[in-house]
């Protein structure tokens, strides 16, 4: 069964530290990976797409990791800010009809 | 990048009665998407709504419950029929581009009591 477990399913930390949340998936055959942050009450907002040639890519403060062989990926937040309160969703999509997976999140709190 | 708007943001009804919600892009797209984000949980998609023929639904989902429109490429419609407490729920329109990014829209907060 095609699956995206992400850990911790909470964290809190301070503002200013770094952090870095999980994302392992079982899906396969795999074409993409990608990471959203989702603000309370909105719609989730893409970070990173990585496929599976492509071991780390940033954006900002925010830089996703992937092992295809592992089928791990993570995300690493630097230097926190009160803005990066919000949910991080790791989304698999695989390469046949196995469609798109997303993770239930990583809710991240900032506390100043 | 995409800009989806999404109608109404949010929304009380009536337990037994039907709400429309509008999905407008701001350009054309093939493949645009309805997904369900209940409390606390992630998103789960309804359906694929395809444009000039019926919606494809994901297991768990019928059209009676939730009748789809897709009249052109820039547009869609979701319907919850005959709504129950178990409804209530974030609905998401979501589009694909060609790149294969996902762009969302703000959401629909329904409620319902």
């Known amino acids: 069964k095609n699956q995206v477990e992400q850990s911790p399913q909470s964290l809190i930390i301070l503002e200013g530290k770094n952090c870095t949340l999980q994302?392992?998936?079982?899906?396969?055959?795999?074409?993409?990976l990608r990471w959203y942050k989702q603000d309370t009450g909105r719609g989730p907002v893409s970070l990173t797409i990585m496929t599976f040639s492509e071991n780390t890519k940033s954006n900002g403060r925010y830089t996703a990791t992937l092992d295809a062989d592992t089928k791990q990926s993570s995300l690493h937040i630097t230097a926190s800010q009160l803005s990066d309160s919000a949910s991080y969703i790791c989304v698999v999509e695989g390469s046949s009809a196995s469609k798109i997976i997303f993770g239930s999140g990583t809710r991240l709190s900032i506390r100043p | 990048s995409a800009v989806i708007s999404q109608k109404p943001s949010r929304d009380i009804c009536q337990r037994g009665t039907s709400l429309t919600i509008q999905c407008q892009v701001d350009?054309?797209?093939?493949?645009m998407f309805w997904y369900r984000q209940q409390p606390g949980q992630s998103l789960t998609l309804i359906a694929t709504a395809n444009q000039g023929s019926e919606a494809t639904y994901e297991s768990g989902f019928v059209i009676d419950k939730f009748p789809i429109s897709r009249p052109n490429l820039t547009f869609s419609t979701l319907t919850v029929s005959n709504m129950s407490p178990e409804d209530s729920s974030i609905y998401l329109c979501?589009?694909?581009?060609?790149?294969?990014?996902?762009?969302f829209g703000e959401g629909s907060r329904l409620t319902v009591l």
């Open positions: 350009s054309q797209v093939t493949m």
């Open positions: 979501s589009v694909e581009k060609d790149t294969g990014e996902l762009f």
């Open positions: 994302c392992n998936y079982t899906v396969s055959p795999f074409s993409n």
